[in-house]
């Protein structure tokens, strides 16, 4: 499904990222490690005070990490979604992740579950991911595999893919949706539309991309599932959906996975809009609202499929 047409909201939002030049985080080899070194100072602050003041907030641990769970008041409808954020696996969750939380808990009654995975340099591929797996079996605990929803933005899209195809090659039940926003999920950066779109992109840049890959990788090829899961087979994965904007440079990814699941036979529900920066969803813009009902769509169809 392809969206067209940016609202003014968009338009502007975009002027305003070229006006301040953000691009230059990612751009710059240097700003992009000060960036680093910036966002991990602040260190584990866990949800932001709006979410605290209005949700059910649980803080759990698995391996010493911090793990937090949001339910409306009350408790939730069953529903469940295990969260993922992006940040290149080296910048720490934003606020806008957490509002993001919010409205979709507002729209679907649904619970999540926010995983606060370690961060390269520090902490490389295998030893996120196996926390990421411990921290999916402590979420799966109650939690039928019919309510089960995994979802992730940029970096965290590319751990859900993975871990998504890790459940389903060990036999396991896999969740029922896997959503992935802005996904980041080939990390050897070598599609020949990327330096085109580079250009195009207000706010990513290959240099610093390439550079987080380089850190989280550590020694293992980038070709390798865990850091790039859209290659191989993608049956058995339940429901895969896609939202992605056309000025994004990992735009080439998501539509690798379309052109994939495509000529596998793979069901994948698929959301490009046009002239949308990564991550818009998280954003409070019109076309973010679309998306966000889409999604919730997604939480809702998943709790009827289970009754």
């Known amino acids: 499904m392809i969206k067209s047409k940016p ?6 939002l975009l002027a305003w990222l070229r006006l301040t030049n953000r691009k230059r985080t990612y751009a710059e080899l240097d700003r992009f490690r000060r960036s680093i070194e910036s966002s991990q100072a602040k260190g ?3 949800p932001i005070r709006s979410i605290r003041r209005r949700f059910d907030v649980h803080r759990s641990e698995v391996d010493g990490r911090p793990v937090y769970t949001i339910r409306p008041r009350g408790g939730g409808d069953g529903k469940h979604v295990l969260y993922f954020h992006g940040g290149a696996y080296v910048h720490q969750i934003q606020h806008d992740h957490w509002r993001f939380f919010g409205r979709l808990i507002d729209r679907t009654g649904c619970s999540v579950t926010v995983p606060i995975y370690p961060l390269a340099p520090d ?5 996120t991911i196996e926390f ?3 921290a999916h079996d402590e979420f799966a605990v109650g939690v039928d595999p019919e309510d089960r929803i995994v979802m992730g933005d940029s970096a965290g899209a590319g751990i859900a893919l993975a871990l998504t195809k890790a459940l389903r090659d060990e036999g396991r ?3 029922k949706e896997t959503v992935l926003l802005s996904p980041w999920l080939d990390l050897t950066m070598s599609h020949p539309a990327q330096p085109a779109l580079d250009k195009r992109d207000p706010y990513l840049a290959l240099t610093g991309l390439n550079e987080a ?16 899961p859209v290659s191989g087979d993608l049956s058995g994965l339940g429901t895969l959906t896609v939202h992605i904007g056309t000025k994004d440079v990992l735009l080439s990814d998501a539509r690798r996975l379309h052109t994939l699941c495509t000529e596998q036979g793979v069901p994948l ?3 490009e809009y046009e002239g949308m920066i990564h991550a818009w969803m998280l954003a409070s813009i019109p076309e973010a609202k679309l998306a966000l009902e889409e999604i919730a769509h997604l939480v809702d169809r998943t709790l009827v499929k289970a009754v």
């Open 269 to 271: 529900s698929y959301h």
């Open 213 to 228: 890959a380089r850190l989280y990788s550590g020694q293992l090829p980038r070709t390798d599932p865990r850091l790039s």
């Open 173 to 175: 039940p896999v969740p």
């Open 7 to 12: 609202s003014l909201q968009a338009k502007s």
């Open 123 to 127: 902490h490389q591929c295998p030893e």
């Open 44 to 46: 584990d602050q866990g």
């Open 132 to 134: 990421v797996r411990r």
